[in-house]
């Protein structure tokens, strides 16, 4: 399983960004698609989530400035980034719970990153 995520740049506060992921590879289902970051010399923290039955929930900090979407099942997710603040400013991740193989359990998978920039 592939994770390829796109999007990330450098823009000024309060301006916004789409971050885009696809999935691809040997993948039977996905249960979830989602998205974290990490800040310079910060964990990784979890941004959002997207069911296969298309429920969402956000970390409290992120709830009405990001939005996720997409189609799990089309294995696509997306991260629509508004009012962005300098403490944005990270890279981010793309995640997903999938199977490689029917009747196995899900698996966590990581894309490689895409790093967002928010200057004042």
């Known amino acids: 399983v592939q994770l390829q995520a796109s999007g990330g740049g450098s823009v000024r506060v309060g301006k916004s960004l789409r971050l885009s992921c696809a999935a691809s590879g040997r993948i039977s289902s996905i249960a979830a698609m989602g998205w974290y970051r990490q800040a310079p010399a910060g964990s990784r923290e979890w941004l959002a989530t997207l069911t296969s039955t298309s429920l969402t929930n956000y970390a409290d900090h992120v709830k009405g400035r990001f939005t996720i979407s997409g189609d799990v099942a089309g294995k696509t997710v997306y991260l629509q980034l508004d009012n962005l603040r300098p403490e944005d400013t990270a890279v981010y991740y793309c995640?997903?719970?999938?199977?490689?193989?029917?009747?196995?359990?899900?698996?966590?998978?990581w894309g490689q990153g895409t790093l967002v920039t928010v200057s004042s």
């Open positions: 995640h997903a719970s999938a199977r490689a193989r029917a009747f196995t359990a899900a698996q966590p998978y």
